[in-house]
């Protein structure tokens, strides 16, 4: 089991940026994918983006592509989620999650992460 805390949440304008942190620790946090997911109340957690183990692969939803980028240090145990141009819409509570043994095909699938942080609220005003 990987134990995730997220933190870098916060109030920003519309435009602004923000970068959120994942902190790992517990098991080797380079044998395990690493994704973003975020949630507003009544709407299922949607998938953001997702890393491989070593970098080599990153995944996007396109609602966020060519603005957010995924990245991790390995030797730090920690994965980023560098958030530009926000926009109200991208208000919502963002999870890491960790998964292991994921076919890079399935990344967006929450359901095959076994183990998530406990969110941080990230709320875009206009």
């Known amino acids: 089991q990987v134990q995730l805390v997220e933190s870098g949440g916060g109030l920003v304008q519309a435009g602004g940026s923000l970068r959120l942190s994942c902190a790992a620790s517990?098991?080797?946090?380079?044998?395990?994918?690493m994704g973003w997911f975020r949630q507003t109340p009544g709407k299922e957690r949607e998938f953001v983006a997702a890393?491989?183990?070593?970098?080599?692969?990153?995944y996007y939803a396109d609602s966020v592509k060519g603005r957010f980028t995924i990245s991790r240090d390995n030797a730090k145990n920690t994965g980023y989620l560098q958030m530009t141009d926000l926009k109200p819409e991208d208000t919502a509570v963002y999870y890491c999650?960790?998964?292991?043994?994921?076919?890079?095909?399935?990344?967006?699938?929450?359901?095959?992460?076994?183990?998530w942080g406990q969110g941080t609220q990230v709320t875009v005003s206009s």
């Open positions: 890393i491989s183990e070593n970098s080599a692969y990153s």
């Open positions: 999650a960790a998964g292991a043994s994921i076919w890079t095909n399935m990344y967006r699938d929450r359901t095959r992460y076994a183990d």
């Open positions: 517990g098991r080797t946090f380079s044998n395990y994918v």
